[in-house]
């Protein structure tokens, strides 16, 4: 009995250790161990893509963690469809207001801040890291508005800099575009009204939250009526909101980024 038991831990062990060695099948950069993601780059996945959030108030009905959550799903199709890119760490601290006293999101509870300069030296830093390690293009994805401008002037030196190498960074705002403008048409085209779809936390933004992840939406928050005004931090109306509205936005914002990123790519 006791042999058996012996070769059956034997068994289990040698199965598990199997398993564990395995490559996962996953476009995350944190999900792999450093050989594996040289092996990756190595093998032609030179670029990588970096997710920018933010921790702020999404109203009474939207959790604080909404744009990290979102651009981090975006980032995994957006990657996949592309075939030869990886997605960083998502970026969660990013400049959302002053402190003293407090201004924009940061009058509500929960909204996480910090300098501009700090903001771009996480940035460049982040690039520098991933240029060092092979990658050939950096591309930042932001999905707050307050910070497009950032991504833009930390990328537009860092390529002054490497004119002479093969590396590059990009700022793709076609990907907010996607967000704030190309999705927003296209629910007016629906029959949704501009005020309803909202500029944040109303109609459209609630909807791609509701496909990226219900649990991100309070429903009985929204279903009440209460508190859906700026004060409130609901810059829209979020009631008619659904996950079929947000697919809309999804397939708009994988699709415009994918060949926006093509394009920089090329331009190279």
């Known amino acids: 009995?006791?042999?058996?038991?012996?070769?059956l831990c034997t068994i289990l062990l040698s199965s598990g250790s199997v398993a564990f060695a395995l490559t996962p099948e996953t476009v995350f950069l944190e999900e792999l161990t450093w050989t594996e993601l040289q092996d990756q780059v190595h093998a032609g996945k030179t670029t990588v893509i970096v997710p920018i959030g933010g921790t702020e108030q999404n109203g009474p009905a939207i959790v604080l963690g909404k744009h990290n959550v979102r651009v981090k799903t975006l980032?995994?199709?957006?990657?996949k469809a592309l075939g030869?890119?990886?997605?960083?760490?998502?970026?969660?601290?990013?400049?959302?207001?002053?402190?003293?006293?407090?201004t924009?999101?940061?009058?509500?509870p929960g909204t996480i801040t910090i300098p501009d300069d700090a903001f771009a030296k996480t940035l460049e830093y982040a690039a520098r890291s991933f240029k060092l390690h092979g990658f050939r293009d950096v591309v930042f994805l932001g999905d707050h508005g307050g910070y497009q401008r950032n991504l833009k002037t930390v990328a537009q030196r860092l390529n002054r800099?490497?004119?002479a190498t093969p590396a590059r960074a990009h700022a793709i705002d076609e990907y907010y575009r996607a967000l704030e403008t190309t999705y927003a048409q296209?629910?007016?085209?629906?029959?949704y009204r501009e005020s309803e779809i909202g500029t944040h936390a109303g109609l459209a933004d609630t909807s791609l939250a509701l496909a990226i992840d219900p649990r991100l939406v309070r429903a009985d928050r929204l279903s009440s009526g209460v508190e859906l005004d700026r004060a409130h931090g609901v810059y829209g109306d979020p009631r008619r909101a659904s996950a079929e509205l947000g697919d809309l936005g999804v397939n708009t914002v994988v699709t415009q980024t994918v060949e926006a990123i093509k394009k920089a790519v090329a331009r190279r």
């Open 161 to 163: 800099e490497w004119s």
């Open 186 to 191: 296209a629910l007016k085209s629906r029959g």
């Open 75 to 79: 980032a995994e199709k957006i990657a």
């Open 84 to 102: 030869n890119a990886l997605v960083a760490p998502v970026i969660a601290y990013v400049p959302e207001g002053g402190v003293n006293p407090p």
């Open 1 to 7: 009995m006791n042999v058996l038991r012996v070769l």
């Open 104 to 108: 924009a999101h940061v009058r509500f």
